[in-house]
């Protein structure tokens, strides 16, 4: 089993940047990929970004367009997302995950879900 725990949400400007944190315990998990969904009101989730646990290799949504960085700090079990010039259209429920089985874009791939963080970005 595998608990998450997302911090760093809030409310900004556009423009502005946040730093996404999730931090993992339970099982061991070192050969596992870590990610980001996000759910906008009235929307399906949508994939963020995924980081592998042990090569560090990492995979963005179509959107991200080099605005969000994805990291890992092995030591603290700990992945972040670094989110920066945020635009209204990025306010969502940005949720954690771990551990996919399969497609990466896919929610249903991914076994471990976090609570969520609100990030909302005014204009």
């Known amino acids: 089993q595998v608990q998450l725990v997302e911090s760093g949400g809030g409310l900004v400007q556009a423009g502005d940047s946040l730093r996404l944190s999730c931090a993992a315990s339970?099982?061991?998990?070192?050969?596992?990929?870590m990610g980001w969904f996000r759910q906008a009101p009235g929307k399906e989730r949508e994939f963020v970004a995924a980081?592998?646990?042990?090569?560090?290799?990492?995979t963005y949504g179509d959107f991200v367009k080099g605005r969000f960085t994805i990291s890992r700090d092995n030591a603290k079990k700990t992945v972040y997302l670094q989110m920066n010039s945020l635009k209204p259209e990025d306010t969502a429920v940005y949720f954690c995950?771990?551990?996919?089985?399969?497609?990466?874009?896919?929610?249903?791939?991914?076994?471990?879900w976090g609570q969520g963080t609100q990030v909302t970005v005014s204009s």
């Open positions: 995950v771990v551990r996919n089985v399969g497609e990466k874009r896919r929610p249903r791939d991914w076994v471990y």
């Open positions: 980081i592998s646990w042990s090569s560090g290799s990492r």
């Open positions: 339970g099982s061991p998990f070192s050969s596992y990929f």
